[in-house]
């Protein structure tokens, strides 16, 4: 195997100096555009929110208006979620290799579509549940605010934009905080299980500004869609499972408890 050549699950052995100061820089600069920012400023909003009042006190609101004027809002709607994409589509561009497929690569591709299928179904249950129990422990705990996953007034379209932006969530954060960012950190020279706790210690950090509760149950899903993307190596249902762990949450928030 070549140093340029990813191994199973789409890491790669480690590179020479100078090759892992550029990927150390690719690393801070693709985090900076994108999850590592919403990190640095969910930190700053817990600390705000906990300023002003005790944590269960403080609301956190996931989709929310950007105009009153219907059309206007369709279309910031739609705008946020497509330049939310950039970054993905920058991680596709700097995986890509001449010759070969960085869609397979990263096992983001139809050619599994029931296993995946089966894969994320089982993934619902395992983290769509303990998920609803953590965010009723955090709230009786006062750990964790009150989430509203939308506050978007009711049109035609308000469904469908919101499971836009569920699959927008599914995509940016799996397919950048594991199908890139495990493979980068193994590359510079971290240890596979180091590089996951440091993937799923970011991804619980920019649910920070929902509370403690939200850290820690994203920390722990951070930790099992590594796992489960070093053994199989595909994002795919991991994609399709947390897609449909938010549609569920932004559609039927009420009725799950949320809100």
């Known amino acids: 195997m070549s140093e340029n050549q990813p191994g199973p699950g789409g890491a ?3 590179l020479a100096k ?7 820089f690719e690393v801070l600069l693709v985090l900076g555009l994108s999850l590592g920012q919403s990190a640095v400023y969910s930190v700053v909003q817990l600390l705000d929110k906990m300023s002003r009042a005790p944590i269960a006190q403080g609301t956190s609101t996931l989709n929310v208006v950007r105009s009153n004027r219907e059309f206007f809002d369709l279309t910031y709607q739609l705008l946020d ?30 050619r599994r579509p ?10 619902l249950v395992v983290i769509g549940v303990p998920s609803l129990g953590l965010y ?10 009150e989430i509203i996953p939308s506050a978007l007034n009711q049109y035609w379209w308000t469904v469908p934009v919101l499971v836009l932006s ?27 299980l180091v590089a996951v706790l440091a993937s ?3 991804r619980g950090s920019y649910h920070l500004y929902q509370g ?3 850290f820690v149950g994203n920390f722990a899903m951070g930790l099992l869609f590594c796992w489960l993307y070093k053994k199989y190596g595909r994002v795919m249902p991991l994609v399709v499972a947390h897609s449909l762990v938010d549609i569920a949450a932004f559609t039927l928030g009420p009725a799950l408890g949320f809100g």
């Open 12 to 14: 790669g052995v480690v």
């Open 81 to 110: 979620i497509f330049f939310a994409l950039v970054p993905v589509f920058l991680v596709f561009y700097l995986l890509a290799e001449p010759g070969k497929s960085v869609f397979r690569r990263i096992g983001l591709d139809f």
């Open 136 to 145: 009723a422990a955090g709230r009786a705990l006062g750990i964790t605010t």
């Open 212 to 214: 403690f509760g939200p």
């Open 18 to 24: 100078r090759d892992r100061r550029r990927l150390v």
């Open 200 to 202: 799923s210690l970011i």
């Open 166 to 192: 569920a699959i927008h969530n599914g995509l940016l954060e799996e397919v950048v905080m594991v199908g890139w960012l495990l493979d980068r950190l193994e590359r510079i020279g971290f240890t596979p």
């Open 114 to 123: 029931v296993r995946d299928g089966l894969g994320a179904l089982g993934l």
